[in-house]
């Protein structure tokens, strides 16, 4: 979502005297007065998952198309992909609290949200284990789960610290991390740094082999062979969509590195690898065995 459309929304928002300030993002107070008058939509299937966590997904009337886990989540009304939602859609399931990531969009798509008055909260989309907690306390208080979410935030700590533990003592030592997002094999789409996947390639104790710019870009055969990656890394979803290792290994560029020529190719499921919602423990840790795995 464009930051600076979104600041004038703030404004023209706030002017309005429908949002207030707090939950480390922008917010509209919800108009129930208890959890169990509300009718919530989810947008963002990291924050769906902490819903059920919490035990709050009774008041669930609405997910986007990025919550799937847990299986539960995708037999409710869906109100489209995240980043091209219907307000159309959103409306008709008459929510008291729209809970989304900063992802969510069109703008105009927002501003008819905040314009119908409906309570909406846009929760920072960070890649660090503390983004994640702050997330779990922020939907705590929406939903009226405080103590839940003080629990399960604690337990989720206690798992990171494990974590940690577990992938420093591992023997992944300076293991150079190819992430490739992209499903057209005539461009190579290459996560660089400040993105999920290189936060969460550095968490599982790999190195991004791409720097010098941030984001998802295209990359050139040349600069893909320069990298010279020891690891490909991919959604589940991406290597389906390529046909699997020998789709992958098409791209450009991609067989002329080390991990193409050694085939040292992995994946993970989008949402768990990349979502940074409360499986995220696990997601680093699985990452880093598959890696070690890779490189033996």
């Not at 990025?66 to 008459?94: C, Q």
């Not at 609290?97 to 703008?107: C, F, K, R, S, V």
């Not at 604690?154 to 003592?169: D, F, M, V």
């Amino acid at each position: 979502m464009n930051h600076g459309r979104r600041n004038i929304l703030l404004k023209s928002a706030s002017a309005a005297g429908w949002m207030t300030f707090g939950l480390d993002a922008f917010s509209q107070q919800p108009t129930a007065t208890s959890a169990g008058a509300m009718r919530l939509i989810i947008i963002g299937g990291a924050l769906t998952e902490i819903v059920y966590l919490l035990k709050a997904n009774s008041q669930l009337v609405g997910v986007d198309t990025t919550s799937i886990y847990p299986a539960a989540a995708t037999r409710l009304p869906n109100v489209g992909y995240a980043r091209s939602l219907s307000a159309e859609g959103i409306l008709a399931l008459r929510p008291t609290q729209l809970i989304a990531t900063e992802d969510a969009g069109p703008p105009v798509v927002i501003k008819q949200i905040i314009d119908a008055q409906i309570p909406l909260t846009i929760l920072p989309s960070g890649h660090q284990f503390k983004d994640l907690t702050d997330r779990v306390s922020s939907i705590g208080r929406l939903v009226y789960k405080t103590d839940s979410a003080q629990s399960l935030a604690s337990r989720l700590a206690l798992e990171w610290s494990n974590t940690q533990e577990r992938i420093a003592n591992s023997k992944l030592k300076n293991t150079r991390v190819l992430f490739i997002l992209s499903q057209n094999p005539s461009q190579l789409m290459v996560g660089g740094e400040k993105t999920s996947a290189d936060a969460m390639i550095t968490y599982a104790g790999g190195r991004n082999a791409i720097s010098g710019f941030s984001g998802f870009k295209p990359l050139t055969p040349e600069a893909v062979i320069g990298s010279n990656p020891d690891v490909l890394l991919l959604t589940d979803q991406g290597m389906r969509a390529v046909g699997g290792i020998g789709g992958v290994l098409r791209f450009p560029g991609v067989s002329q590195t080390r991990a193409g020529k050694e085939q040292n190719i992995v994946s993970l499921e989008a949402m768990y690898l990349l979502g940074f919602g409360p499986r995220m423990p696990s997601a680093a840790a699985e990452l880093n065995l598959l890696l070690q795995r890779a490189m033996a």
